[in-house]
């Protein structure tokens, strides 16, 4: 009887018969998700006790639903096969669309970004869920016309159209730092499928006069803020634009090299906006030190080696170009977030990728690991 029940309630493998690389891809996922589940629960609990009267750890327990549903998510995804991808490629960026249009209509503003709207009780920012579907049906699109890879890019109008019109709208929302993550995984993949450098450069170019037009649009601090980073910051900038990146610093530098312990962080204690989210690399580097924040760097490469691997492993168009974008938007995305709070670059305002808090973010990062292992599977099996 007990060998009947132990049986009946076995736990299967959901990887049993992968690669060896799918099962690293995967388990380097879960533990950068385990870690910043961890980190959320520290860097977000005086915020979220604020906010949810006296509920300290209303967030994390949000945090930890997500991530529990978007793994099981991304488990159903990475079984789907190829052809799914192909055949509902324009349906997932016209949802992408109608939602981000909502998002203009309908939804919240913040910094001078329009970026949130609320769906049944819920904060969702669709522009996350549009980078997955942009790279989809990019990557698809690529393998149906690799033949077009040399030609100028006014053959490229079919492609310009799909992809062009997600980004325009993102970048009416005026978020310039979702609009320059998308357009690194765009010109990213661009890159894996192999586009001449020339064509690459005018894009680039292009991609860099609409950001720094963007700079100074609409009614937020960027333009003063990037102005500020440029010249380094005055004294009389301490209390406005410089408050956040001169807290995010000295966060880092109290840390050390072993970090002041976990969940004793000061900085978090109102000292430094967004500490849960945008900043969360320097309560990382207080609370963990010198130490943790290498670590932490160390899964982020050790998940683009696993991605690098699988793109030199599988050399087919779809599955090559989708990799890279992934590729591109977690690991570019995570540089540009780390470069912001090592004051290398402007605050731009983009998670660390499955560290921040934010559930779109944490939900869209781990389908597309999803679909990665999905485009892989298909792969292994069929060539």
Not at 76 to 90: D, E, I, K, S, T
Not at 117 to 136: D, H, R
Request: with cysteine; aromatic share 12%.
């Amino acid at each position: 009887m007990s060998s009947v029940l132990s049986g009946r309630f076995a736990l299967r493998n959901p990887f049993a018969g992968d690669s060896p690389i799918v099962t690293t891809l995967a388990a380097i996922t879960a533990l950068l998700t385990l870690f910043g589940l961890f980190m959320v629960l520290s860097a977000s609990s005086v915020t979220s006790g604020l906010q949810n009267d006296g509920n300290f750890y209303a967030e994390a327990w949000m945090q930890t639903a997500i991530a529990v549903a978007g793994s099981g998510l991304a488990l159903f995804v990475a079984r789907l096969p190829l052809q799914f991808w192909q055949a509902g490629r324009n349906y997932f960026v016209m949802i992408g669309v109608a939602l981000q249009i909502a998002v203009l209509i309908y939804g919240q503003s913040y910094g001078g970004n329009t970026n949130w709207i609320t769906l049944f009780g819920v904060s969702v920012q669709p522009s996350e869920f549009l980078k997955l579907a942009v790279i989809v049906w990019f990557a698809s699109w690529i393998h149906d016309n690799e033949h077009l890879i040399d030609a100028p890019l006014a053959y490229w109008r079919e492609a310009g159209l799909w992809v062009g019109i997600p980004l325009l709208l993102v970048m009416w929302g005026q978020d310039l730092g979702t609009t320059i993550i998308l357009g690194m995984i765009l010109l990213g993949m661009m890159v894996f499928a192999g586009v001449p450098a020339r064509a690459l450069w005018t894009l680039a170019g292009l991609g860099l006069g609409f950001a720094l037009i963007m700079l100074n649009l609409g009614g937020s601090s960027r333009g003063e803020r990037f102005s500020s980073w440029l010249r380094g910051c005055a004294p009389e900038d301490y209390e406005t634009i410089c408050w956040q990146t001169i807290h995010g610093l000295w966060a880092l530098s109290a840390g050390g090299v072993f970090g002041v312990g976990p969940g004793s962080s000061r900085a978090k204690w109102s000292w430094l906006p967004h500490a849960e989210s945008d900043y969360i690399f320097a309560i990382v580097g207080e609370e963990l030190g010198m130490v943790g924040a290498i670590a932490l760097i160390a899964l982020f490469l050790a998940l683009a080696v696993t991605l690098i691997r699988l793109v030199r492993q599988f050399p087919q168009p779809l599955t090559r170009v989708l990799i890279g974008g992934v590729f591109v938007w977690v690991i570019g995305q995570a540089f540009v977030n780390i470069a912001v709070v090592l004051n290398l670059l402007p605050v731009l305002g983009v998670p660390l990728p499955f560290i921040s808090s934010g559930g779109s973010a944490l939900l869209a990062i781990i389908l597309a690991i999803g679909v990665v292992i999905s485009c892989v599977r298909h792969e292994e099996r069929y060539g």
